[in-house]
Structures are given as structure tokens and as C-alpha cells.
């Protein structure tokens, strides 16, 4: 059986509060992409001591690894309105055995956004402009 490795997405609070806004389950989205993927839930192994609760952890065989970050970063940009620019940012880390061998790698995912309010503006439409004079009042002569 191929390596198995851990990953443990560290979203920004930005990026938290983006996907509750578009009401999108980050993990669900790359199972459905990436159907070899397994979500566990285990300690943070660098969280400190006492506040080790659980965090979702993805399991993915070592060779599929690579294609984890282009994958969130697509699916973040489809779900980025029209109005908004974000530059999604994944910092990639990751821990190594005595051996070599990678058993965690940690993606730390943040965002710098601008909003472009023109990006959602229709088009403006012109009505035919009146450019012609308006015609003089004629004189009769007395």
C-alpha cells in the first residue's frame, strides 16, 4: 500500500469566515473532487499542550499530495463572487520522521481580498442623446 500522508488545513479567520458566507464545506468540496481522500480527526500535533482538541485532518496517499493546493485554490476561486478579488494564499510546511519520511504536512490557507464593486455594476446604457438645437421661433417680418 502507498504512503499515507497527513494534512491539516490551517484556515485564516478570513478564509473561515469566507466559506460560512458562501456556505461551503472546504472538505466535502475536495472529497468530491478527490475521492481517494479520507478526513480523520485527531490532536493538532502542534497546537500546545491543553489545547489539543481535535481538528479534521486529511489522509491522502503521498503521490496525490502535490495536487492538494492548486485543488483548494480552485475551489475557492469558483466561489468567489464577481464583486470581490481575492488572492488566495497556501503556505505549505510539513514535518519529517528521523527516516525521511513525511507524516504531516500542514497548508496554511489566507486570503488578501479587495472588493471591486464595479465588477457587479451592469453596464451603464446610454439614451440617444439630444445633441440637435432646438429649432429658433421664427420671425415674421411686420
Same mark, same amino acid.
Given at each position: 500500500?502507498?504512503?499515507?500522508?497527513?494534512?491539516?488545513?490551517?484556515?485564516?479567520?478570513?478564509?473561515?469566515?469566507?466559506?460560512?458566507?458562501?456556505?461551503i464545506?472546504?472538505?466535502?468540496?475536495?472529497?468530491? +473532487?478527490?475521492?481517494?481522500?479520507?478526513?480523520?480527526?485527531?490532536?493538532?500535533p502542534?497546537?500546545?499542550?491543553?489545547?489539543?482538541?481535535?481538528?479534521?485532518?486529511?489522509?491522502?496517499?503521498?503521490t496525490?499530495?502535490s495536487?492538494?493546493?492548486?485543488?483548494?485554490?480552485?475551489?475557492?476561486?469558483?466561489?468567489?463572487?464577481a464583486?470581490r478579488?481575492?488572492?488566495? +494564499?497556501?503556505? +505549505?510546511? +510539513?514535518?519529517?520522521?528521523?527516516?525521511?519520511?513525511?507524516?504531516?504536512?500542514?497548508?496554511?490557507?489566507?486570503?488578501?481580498?479587495?472588493?471591486r464593486?464595479?465588477?457587479?455594476?451592469?453596464?451603464?446604457?446610454?439614451?440617444p442623446s439630444?445633441?440637435?438645437?432646438?429649432?429658433?421661433?421664427?420671425?415674421?417680418?411686420?
Amino acid at each position: 500500500m502507498a504512503q499515507e500522508v497527513k494534512i491539516i488545513l490551517d484556515l485564516s479567520d478570513e478564509v473561515h469566515t469566507f466559506l460560512e458566507q458562501q456556505q461551503i464545506n472546504l472538505y466535502e468540496e475536495l472529497q468530491r +473532487e478527490m475521492p481517494s481522500l479520507r478526513l480523520a480527526f485527531e490532536p493538532d500535533p502542534d497546537a500546545p499542550e491543553g489545547r489539543r482538541d481535535p481538528t479534521t485532518v486529511i489522509l491522502a496517499v503521498a503521490t496525490l499530495v502535490s495536487s492538494l493546493t492548486p485543488l483548494i485554490i480552485r475551489i475557492l476561486n469558483q466561489y468567489t463572487p464577481a464583486n470581490r478579488s481575492a488572492h488566495w +494564499e497556501v503556505e +505549505e510546511t +510539513e514535518t519529517r520522521q528521523p527516516d525521511g519520511t513525511v507524516t504531516i504536512q500542514r497548508r496554511r490557507i489566507s486570503s488578501r481580498d479587495e472588493q471591486r464593486p464595479w465588477a457587479s455594476l451592469p453596464s451603464p446604457t446610454r439614451a440617444p442623446s439630444e445633441t440637435a438645437a432646438p429649432p429658433s421661433p421664427s420671425r415674421t417680418q411686420p
